[in-house]
């Protein structure tokens, strides 16, 4: 019988990668507070239909990507991005009548069939955040601004931000004609997608990587010269509040994204190509206007993000250099195992992190193990410290030593634990996280 795996492109997060989990989503959870966010959580299903109507029936995501199936007489997704979800919440509960700005995060995962590879997986969490009620330019720039933040404060520094505006539905409307009769005498050069979606959505051509599209597009019209003046006023404003908060940006005129709701705002941050390669989109986001009155609400303006959290654990690989456990308590001999309890407990009740190894193996064996723990410090009790009232402390990564007073120790663990923790490049949950 072949053993049972898991769904291609569908991760387990064993117990030692969890932690690293925790203190990314504790970072966003303290990073979205300080914005003024309140947490949503939607349902994993939603019907078909939302999706449909939404992203757009000619994308990559609702052409190919979705898990859809028919339960009972209902037609069902597992949601593939959750921006669609909350503007459906936001519409279903009339939260328009009850405050005139919403600001939600989330935090979950999204399911899409795409073919895996480093970065890319069918079933991926997303770290998002949707604002209801604001026409912007101001809160597109704070969105921007924020993920910047939320980057620095994991340690992720080489940064890319790419803004652009594609206007109004009327502006995209004017642009596909002039689009569309630009490359429809090189229809046969292109490559089989393009060539489909130039009748259903030949904004994506512009998206291609491949290099017979790429030729047609250059000399293409520019989406920017079909701007409104009240488009590119806005667009204006974002580029200057953008400015004015130190926030590096490139206007990157061919950015389009894949999903079709969106309205003048695109924004996108990529990592470092070197580390991330294919999956160096950390975040993708932008305006979306038309949304909730397309799902029957008011006419509510909308912006927001959705950052792929793998994605962004694999940018601080490197950065993560914080002690995962703060001591190791290492008793040698059963009559020092009550001791070492004891000390562990004192040492946690000061807030420190502490492995008490009560196995009882030898000296060397613990100290590999508080080594491959990355505790900052080691503290080891034989029968001749409990006798001398001392326990023998080791800084772990200046290789130093000194016998400490029993009474005296939890302060001088203290110490060299906030030393450490000083030293580290990246925060971690429970240090206050971003800043
Ligand atoms: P998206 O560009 O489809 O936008 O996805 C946003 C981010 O999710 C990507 O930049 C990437 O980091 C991550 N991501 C997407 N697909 C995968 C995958 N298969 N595996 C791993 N990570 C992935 C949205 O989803 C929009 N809802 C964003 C938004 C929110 N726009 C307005 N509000």
Known sequence: MNPLRAVKGMNDILPEEVARWQRLEATYRETVRRYGFREIRTPYLEPTSLFVRTIGEATDVVEKEMYSFTHRDEQLTLRPEATASAARAYVEHQVHGKEPISKWWYLGPMFRAERPQRGRYRQFYQAGAEIFGDPGPGCDAELVDLLVTFFHA???????????????????????????????????????????????????????????DREAIEGAPSLSDFLTDADREHFASLQRY????????????????????????????????????????????????????ELGGPNVPAVGFASGVERLLIATEAAEEAPALDAYVAPLGAAAIEHALVLGRDLRAAGIAVEVDARGGSLKSQLRRASALRCAVALVLGDAEIAGGVVQAKALAEHAQENVARDGVVAWVRARVDGAKAGASAPRAGDGGAT
């Open 242 to 293: 953008l400015t004015a908060l130190g926030t590096p940006f490139r206007i990157e005129p061919r950015l389009v994204r894949g999903l079709d709701y969106y309205t003048r705002t695109l924004f996108e941050i990529q990592g470092a190509k070197e580390k991330l390669g294919a999956g160096s989109t950390l975040v993708g986001g932008g305006r979306y206007d038309g949304m909730i009155a």
């Open 154 to 212: 994991l340690g992720i520094r080489d940064l890319d931000v790419l803004v652009n505006s594609i206007g109004g539905p009327e502006t995209r409307a004017a642009y596909r004609t002039a689009l569309v009769a630009h490359l429809t005498p090189q229809k046969d050069g292109l490559s089989a997608d393009s060539q489909r979606r130039l009748e259903t959505n030949p904004l994506r051509i512009l998206d291609s990587k491949d290099p017979r």
